[in-house]
Structures are given as C-alpha cells and as structure tokens.
C-alpha cells in the first residue's frame, strides 16, 4: 500500500500527517507503528489524518494516531499542523475550521504572522473525564490534586483533562526531574485506566514556566501542547501563575503561549507550525 504524507511539527514535536479525504487510510497499529519507526518508516512522535467532518457545524475531522499505534483524543501541537496542513493543501480557504478529535471540537486559526491560535476548550477536572480512579490515590488536599504512590514515593498531583488526560506536577528544575524514569510508571499508573500524559512544570515566573511531558504513547517529546495547557491550568489553579494573562512555556523544543481565564473559560494556545517535508511510502501489509 503506498500513502502520500506531509512531515510536520510543532516546536520539534513531529507528525506524519496524512490526507484522508483523498486517499482511503485504514491501517492497522502495526501499520501505524511501521509508519512512526525512525528507522525503517518516516519517523514521528504522531500520525494525523485529516478527515470529513461528520457533523455539520464541523469542517473537518482530525484523527491522532500515537508511535505505539493507540489513537488518541487530542494533540495541541498537532492541531497547529493540522490548520496550517489543510491551507497549504488547498482543502479549505478558512484560516480558522472547526475540526472534531474524539476529546470534542477546537478551533484552531492560522494567524497573520504564521503563528497558530488554537482553542483547545475548556478543561476538566472530574476524575471520570480523564478518567482518573481516586481509589488509588491518597490524601486529596483541593478536588484536583492528588497524592499518588509511584515507586514508594508519594507524589502530588494535579488532574487535568483537555479532551486528553494530564497529571501534572511541579518541580524545582525541570533539568532534573526524574521525567524517563518516574514518568513511564504515572503514564502507566493503575489511577490510570486509560493511560496519562505526565508533566514536570517548573515555575520561573508568574508568567513563564519550563515544562518536560512524558507522553503516554510516545514517551517524552520535544513539546506538547496539550500538556502546556495543563499545566498552565494547573499553576492558574494553585495561585502560581496569572489568570487570563499569556504564560510562556519553554520546552526542549522552544515556546508556546497559553492563557486561560479560570473555571469555565477555554484554554487559548498560541504557536508555530512547520512543513518539513512531503513524500509517499509504501506500507507492509498488516
């Protein structure tokens, strides 16, 4: 089977992103992980297909696929491709679509400087949302954080869903958080049925953190853009970060721009997003 595809990332994030309206795609997950191999694929943290909508207050559909296979439900710095994807290829002229992810509908718009502007919604703290079992988590100091047992060590977290699952924490250097080591055993964490992205946030200032994510399916990436919205919830949330105000966060793969205006308001992400290049392969048979 050969595939046409566009590599793409955001903040060094990366993607193969696929047209699916063109080209008919149903792949196995064994299929999907040859694609995302960095050795014998074209190599990605993310597959992403761009689809019809099935809803008629959508333009598209927008399908996250992790390295291991799994789909998923939302991908912040994958949205920003996906806009700029689908203006670059001609399938709409809108530079603001309303696109549907199994975590709910965004609003991602490609801004005049290059730059993405996505509204990833608002964020939820219910446990059933992520979903999160509180059964195997300690003490509960406010409705969001809990303390979770992770190798003998008790760890505070806060629980954040953005259409995708969060637990974030904060740490004095993100440098030195133990995010390959301690961030497969919270992704994996029987609170966890379902898997979590697991967030080192370190605060620099009132409006500028550093933040590491360990991505469930993928491990740790460059960046990720969802976890910048939640863990920008989070500081809002614990009093270390300015309500409704822009907050820098620095990954390994440079900056992002969030602001959240508190309970009840959507999170707004702002980034850039990259063409890298376009190809086709040819993909084993399942």
């Not at 799994?70 to 710095?77: D, K």
């Not at 993928?218 to 910048?228: D, I, M, P, S, Y």
Request: charged fraction near 20%; hydrophobic fraction near 40%; proline fraction near 6%.
């Amino acid at each position: 089977m050969k595939l046409k595809f566009t590599k793409m990332h955001g903040l060094g994030n990366d993607f193969v992103v696929l047209d699916g309206i063109h080209q008919n795609i149903n792949l196995s997950e064994a299929q999907w992980r040859y694609l995302s191999d960095r050795h014998f694929g074209v190599g990605a943290d993310q597959m992403l297909v761009v689809e019809k909508a099935q809803s008629a207050d959508a333009d598209f559909r927008y399908r996250i696929i992790n390295a291991d296979g799994g789909e998923v439900e939302q991908c912040g710095n994958g949205a920003r491709c996906f806009v700029r994807f689908v203006h670059e290829k001609g399938l709409s002229p809108k530079t603001r679509i309303r696109v549907e992810t199994l975590g709910g509908l965004i609003e991602p718009q490609l801004e005049a400087d290059g730059q993405v502007t996505v509204d990833m919604g608002v964020p939820s703290f219910k446990p059933e949302t992520l979903p999160f079992d509180p059964k195997h988590a300690g003490a509960t100091p406010v409705a969001h954080q809990y303390w979770l047992d992770v190798a003998a060590t008790k760890v505070l977290i806060d629980i954040v869903s953005m259409g995708n699952p969060h637990a974030v924490q904060v740490v004095e250097d993100t440098e030195q958080a133990p995010v390959a080591t301690q961030g497969p055993l919270i992704e994996s964490h029987p609170a966890f049925p379902r898997r979590v992205n697991a967030g080192y946030m370190q605060i620099v200032s009132s409006t500028h953190i550093n933040l590491r994510v360990y991505e469930r399916g993928a491990g740790e990436t460059l960046a990720c853009g969802t976890g910048a919205c939640a863990a920008v919830v989070t500081g809002v949330q614990r009093g270390l970060l300015e309500r409704d105000a822009p907050v820098r966060v620095t990954t390994h793969g440079g900056d992002l721009r969030i602001r959240w205006g508190g309970p009840g308001q959507p999170v707004m992400m702002t980034g850039p997003a990259a063409t890298v290049f376009e190809g086709e392969i040819s993909v084993p048979d399942a």
